[in-house]
Nanobody
Framework: VQLVESGGGSVEAGGSLRLSCAAS????????MGWFCQAPGKRREGVAC????????YYSNSVKGRVTVSQDHAKNTLYLQIHTLQPEDTARYFC???????????WGPGTQVTVSS
């Protein structure tokens, strides 16, 4: 299983980005996929997740209202749209798949998002 993130970059505060995660597996048949972020010196934390069959979504309180997670099953791609970016959103963003017993088995290498004030 391969997951490859893209779409990160350097933006000014208030801007938007759409991150993509291309999967080598069927996203429709994947129970859940998620986005995580890790800032320098901090633990990796969950941002959002989506369940492939029901399309139910969950968001962390820190991003709720500014983030939308979605999938394109035809392209086997997971997306994360982030609006109103703030400097505290600066982190490396990872996508994950293969949720099993509360943990994701597969991870991408991540894409860096840097927000300047």
């Amino acid at each position: 299983v391969q997951l490859v993130e893209s779409g990160g970059g350097s933006v000014e505060a208030g801007g938007s980005l759409r991150l993509s995660c291309a999967a080598s597996i069927s996203t429709y048949n994947t129970a859940a996929m998620g986005w995580f972020c890790q800032a320098p010196g901090k633990r990796r934390e969950g941002v959002a997740c989506i369940f492939g069959d029901t399309r139910l979504t969950y968001y962390s309180n820190s991003v709720k209202g500014r983030v939308t997670v979605s999938q394109d099953h035809a392209k086997n791609t997971l997306y994360l749209q982030i609006h109103t970016l703030q400097p505290e959103d600066t982190a490396r963003y990872f996508c994950a798949a293969g949720l099993y017993r509360g943990a994701y088995k597969y991870w991408g290498p991540g894409t860096q998002v840097t927000v300047s004030s």
